[in-house]
């Protein structure tokens, strides 16, 4: 399954109930979504926090039930009850316990999302009741700032209709791709860890910048403001990324002699390696998980 343009749901109904438990920081851009004007949510949202006093600060927002761990041990429990939607936004390593934890409080109809990294549904499915969907999410970091790319994959307890509400909460905070589940390990060594290589590429242009002989702020301005230009422009115009650089790169010009050397060095062949020791990270994550 691969589908970024057709919504599965009617974007019209309202979203179930939701549960968000965690709410650091992809949890709290997924809150941030949900709230957005426009959004519709039948009841409120519940989340879940450590301490009481951050618990505090998400009770005061309209729309949303706190409960904090620090001053309640069965907060996530609570959370989750009579929710259609659990979102579990914690650690990898936490996952399993926190749906052991929560299982029997589980709705029989309620969908399970899980936004960790290398956490197969099918050990997903082996903690919840008959009839709890499993849908696994690799949401990225431009999610903060409603730019998100989401890979979305359902377990086998999950249909076309649990996907296609998953996928409208996750269309909160951008774009969602549906994807099979065993391309959810490459997914997210591409999109998913792709800011990490645009911030280390500007992190790179201005060291090198600054090797130049420019000050540190000048060399920041250059490269960060290259570079969300670039974005930009490349968001705006919908032109291939290959034809916008042809533009710039004039026959014999000095761009192309810099981008001459890239090829050399090997660029593409180091994205390759650079992907592979993601993929085979998040298989190994998945292998410990499966043995626990």
Do not use: C
């Given at each position: 399954?691969?589908?970024?343009?057709?919504?599965?749901?009617?974007?019209?109904?309202?979203?179930?109930?939701?549960?968000?438990?965690?709410?650091g920081?992809?949890?709290?851009?997924?809150?941030?979504?949900?709230?957005a004007?426009?959004?519709?949510?039948?009841?409120?949202?519940?989340?879940?926090?450590?301490?009481?006093?951050?618990?505090?600060?998400?009770?005061a927002?309209?729309?949303?039930?706190?409960?904090?761990?620090?001053a309640?041990?069965?907060?996530?429990?609570?959370?989750?009850?009579?929710?259609?939607?659990?979102?579990?936004?914690?650690?990898?390593?936490?996952?399993?316990?926190?749906?052991?934890?929560?299982?029997?409080?589980?709705?029989?109809?309620?969908?399970?999302?899980s936004?960790?990294?290398?956490?197969t549904?099918?050990?997903?499915?082996?903690l919840?009741?008959?009839?709890?969907?499993?849908?696994?999410?690799?949401?990225?970091?431009?999610?903060?700032v409603?730019?998100?790319?989401?890979?979305?994959?359902?377990?086998?307890?999950?249909g076309?209709?649990?996907?296609?509400?998953v996928?409208?909460?996750?269309?909160?905070?951008?774009?969602?791709?549906?994807?099979?589940?065993?391309?959810?390990?490459?997914?997210?060594?591409?999109?998913?860890?792709?800011?990490?290589?645009l911030?280390?590429?500007?992190?790179?242009?201005?060291?090198?910048?600054?090797?130049?002989?420019?000050?540190?702020?000048?060399?920041?301005?250059?490269?960060?403001?290259?570079v969300?230009?670039?974005?930009?422009?490349?968001?705006?115009?919908?032109?291939d990324?290959a034809?916008?650089?042809r533009?710039?790169?004039?026959?014999?010009?000095?761009?192309?002699?810099?981008?001459?050397?890239?090829q050399?060095?090997?660029?593409?062949?180091?994205?390759?390696?650079?992907?592979?020791?993601a993929?085979?990270?998040?298989e190994?994550?998945a292998a410990?998980?499966?043995?626990?």
């Amino acid at each position: 399954m691969n589908d970024v343009n057709e919504s599965i749901a009617n974007p019209g109904e309202a979203l179930p109930r939701v549960a968000l438990l965690g709410v650091g920081s992809m949890g709290g851009a997924i809150l941030a979504g949900l709230r957005a004007p426009g959004v519709r949510i039948d009841g409120p949202i519940a989340v879940t926090t450590r301490s009481t006093a951050s618990a505090a600060e998400y009770e005061a927002a309209s729309g949303v039930v706190a409960f904090a761990g620090e001053a309640d041990p069965d907060a996530n429990r609570r959370a989750v009850r009579g929710a259609g939607v659990v979102i579990l936004a914690v650690k990898p390593w936490a996952i399993h316990d926190l749906l052991q934890e929560v299982a029997d409080d589980l709705a029989p109809d309620a969908i399970v999302v899980s936004v960790a990294a290398g956490i197969t549904t099918r050990s997903m499915e082996a903690l919840v009741p008959a009839g709890v969907a499993v849908v696994r999410a690799m949401p990225n970091t431009p999610s903060l700032v409603g730019r998100g790319v989401t890979g979305l994959a359902g377990g086998g307890s999950a249909g076309s209709a649990q996907v296609g509400i998953v996928r409208r909460v996750f269309e909160t905070v951008g774009r969602v791709l549906v994807i099979d589940e065993d391309r959810m390990d490459a997914l997210g060594a591409v999109s998913a860890s792709g800011p990490a290589y645009l911030f280390f590429f500007v992190e790179q242009l201005t060291a090198a910048a600054g090797r130049l002989g420019f000050s540190e702020e000048d060399a920041r301005l250059m490269a960060e403001g290259t570079v969300t230009g670039a974005a930009e422009l490349l968001a705006r115009s919908g032109e291939d990324p290959a034809e916008l650089r042809r533009r710039v790169t004039s026959p014999n010009g000095t761009t192309e002699r810099a981008i001459a050397v890239l090829q050399e060095g090997g660029f593409a062949e180091t994205f390759d390696r650079a992907l592979a020791a993601a993929i085979a990270r998040s298989e190994e994550l998945a292998a410990g998980s499966s043995a626990d």
